[in-house]
């Protein structure tokens, strides 16, 4: 069974950074494709960015990128979300998700999901 388990969430003002952290264990088959995903009060759940097992497929959002960077240590079993000049409208829980494959990383497919961690950045 797979597990992901986040860190790093916090307050922040506006313009400044924070870097998420993702530990994942379970069968290495079922976690190919790892990424996160946000979710604001009152919105739904919106993909940030996902990456590959051998970063053949990396994904940040249109209005994330170039802020927002998503690396991973195959080495450590990690996936990390570094986020830069955030903005109030980046304030929502932080889910990392894990998959067989990218295409599948996402809603209708099996994906595993972290508890997710708070991000709060004030203006």
């Known amino acids: 069974q797979v597990q992901v388990v986040e860190s790093g969430g916090g307050l922040v003002q506006a313009g400044g950074s924070l870097r998420l952290s993702c530990a994942a264990s379970?069968?290495?088959?079922?976690?190919?494709?790892m990424g996160w995903f946000r979710q604001a009060p009152g919105k739904e759940r919106e993909r940030v960015a996902h990456?590959?097992?051998?970063?053949?497929?990396?994904y940040v959002s249109g209005s994330m990128k170039g802020r927002f960077t998503i690396s991973r240590s195959n080495a450590k079993d990690t996936v990390d979300l570094q986020m830069n000049s955030l903005k109030p409208e980046d304030t929502a829980i932080y889910y990392c998700?894990?998959?067989?494959?990218?295409?599948?990383?996402?809603?209708?497919?099996?994906?595993?999901w972290g508890r997710g961690t708070q991000v709060t950045v004030s203006s």
């Open positions: 998700a894990a998959a067989p494959s990218c295409p599948t990383l996402g809603p209708g497919y099996n994906v595993y």
């Open positions: 379970g069968p290495l088959y079922n976690r190919n494709c």
């Open positions: 990456i590959g097992r051998q970063e053949n497929s990396i």
